[in-house]
C-alpha cells in the first residue's frame, strides 16, 4: 500500500472494524509522520468500538528513517508495527518497550523462524499472488509449515479480495487475512482514478512479478508497465544489492508510475467505499462459513 494507505483510508477501515494499516514512509517529508500519528490516534479515541491501527516499518538499511519513525511509534504507542525487509531484535524490543505488537512480513519459512527467534509476536505470510513485495510459495504450503511449530498470531496475505478468501484463510490455519489490493480502489484510498479503475478491469492474467523497479520481486499491473514503456514480458533482472528505500528520485518510481497489485483484483469489479467494502467482506465470509457448516452436515 506504498503511497495509497493515508489517514483517510486507514480511520475508514479501523472505523469500519478493520485494522488499518499505511507504510511510514508513506508520510512525507518526515515531519509530516508524527502529524499523521496524532490525527488517526485523535480520530480513533473518539470513535467507539474502532479497531487498533498499524504502521509498516520497512527495516531495509536503506532506509534512512527507520530510527525517527520508530522513535515516533514509541512515542504515540501505535498499537500494531508491521516490520518488512529485515528482522530486528532493537526494533521489536523499541515496540514491546510499551506494549505494542510486532508482526513480520515473511514469504518463506526461513525467514519466519529468523523474524519469531528476534522477538517478533507474529507473522504475516506473503504467500504467492499478494500485490507489492510477494513471496512465490503456495498459501497451502506456507501456512502449513510455519503452523508445524509457531502457534502465534499468524495472518496470510495473498490475492485474498473477498470474504470467502478469509474463510479459506482461516480453514487453512491462519488467525486472520491481510487485504491491500482490493482497498485500493477503495474511494478514500490516495491512488490515481485511472489506478483504481485499472483494478476493477483487471484480472490476475495481468499481473507481472518482476524485480526491477524496486530490487525486490513484486507483483504489478502489466498496463502500468506498458504505459511507462516498458517490455512486460522482457524486464531485465534488478541487482537486488542496489535496492534503496532512501532514494526517491528518478523518472520512473515504482509504485507512482508502476502500480503494484495482487492476483486476486479479478474479485474487484467496481470502486467502492471502505464501509460498503467492509460489508461486502462481513456478508461474504459469513455465507463462506453458512455453506460450509451446511455440507458438513448434508
Known amino acids: 500500500m506504498f503511497i495509497v494507505s493515508v489517514p483517510e483510508l486507514v480511520i475508514a477501515q479501523c472505523k469500519a472494524g478493520i485494522v488499518g494499516g499505511f507504510p511510514s514512509l508513506n508520510a512525507r517529508p518526515a515531519q509530516e509522520f508524527e502529524v499523521w500519528l496524532k490525527h488517526i490516534g485523535n480520530e480513533l479515541a ?8 498499524a504502521v509498516n516499518l520497512i527495516v ?9 519513525d520508530l522513535e515516533l511509534c514509541v512515542q504515540y504507542r501505535v498499537p500494531v508495527v ?13 515496540v514491546h518497550s510499551y506494549g505494542g505488537v510486532v508482526l513480520h512480513d515473511v514469504i518463506n519459512n526461513v525467514f519466519a523462524h529468523k523474524a519469531i527467534d528476534k522477538g517478533a509476536d507474529g507473522l504475516i505470510a506473503v504467500a504467492a499472488g499478494a500485490g507489492g513485495h510477494a513471496g512465490t510459495i503456495s498459501p ?3 501456512v502449513e509449515e510455519i503452523r508445524e511449530w509457531f502457534n502465534g498470531p499468524l495472518v496470510l496475505s495473498g490475492a485474498i479480495a473477498t470474504g470467502r478468501g478469509i474463510a479459506a484463510a482461516r480453514a487453512l490455519g491462519a488467525d486472520l487475512a491481510y487485504i491491500g489490493s482490493a482497498f485500493i480502489a477503495a474511494r478514500e484510498a490516495n491512488a490515481p482514478e485511472a489506478y483504481k479503475q485499472m483494478i476493477v478491469d ?3 492474467a495481468d499481473i507481472v512479478y ?3 523497479f524496486s530490487g525486490v520481486h513484486g507483483n504489478y499491473l502489466k498496463p502500468s508497465i506498458l504505459k511507462a514503456g516498458f517490455d512486460p514480458e522482457n524486464l531485465p533482472q534488478a541487482d537486488p544489492t542496489k535496492m534503496n ?13 508502476i502500480w503494484s497489485a495482487g492476483q486476486g483484483i479479478g ?4 470502486i467502492l467505499s471502505v464501509a460498503e467494502l467492509a460489508d461486502r467482506l462481513r456478508r461474504e465470509y459469513e455465507e463462506a462459513r453458512g455453506s460450509l457448516a451446511h455440507a458438513a452436515t448434508s
Open 210 to 212: 518482476s524485480n526491477y
Open 46 to 53: 473518539a470513535s467507539k468500538g474502532a479497531a487498533p491501527f
Open 245 to 257: 528505500f532512501a532514494n526517491t528520485d528518478g523518472k520512473v518510481k515504482a509504485w507512482r508510475d
Open 60 to 68: 531495509h538499511k536503506s532506509n534512512d528513517r527507520l530510527r525517527h
Open 202 to 204: 483487471s484480472t490476475a
Open 140 to 142: 497451502f504450503a506456507l
Open 267 to 270: 474479485a474487484v469489479k467496481a
Open 82 to 94: 508491521i516490520t518488512s525487509l529485515g528482522a530486528r531484535e532493537d526494533v521489536n524490543q523499541a
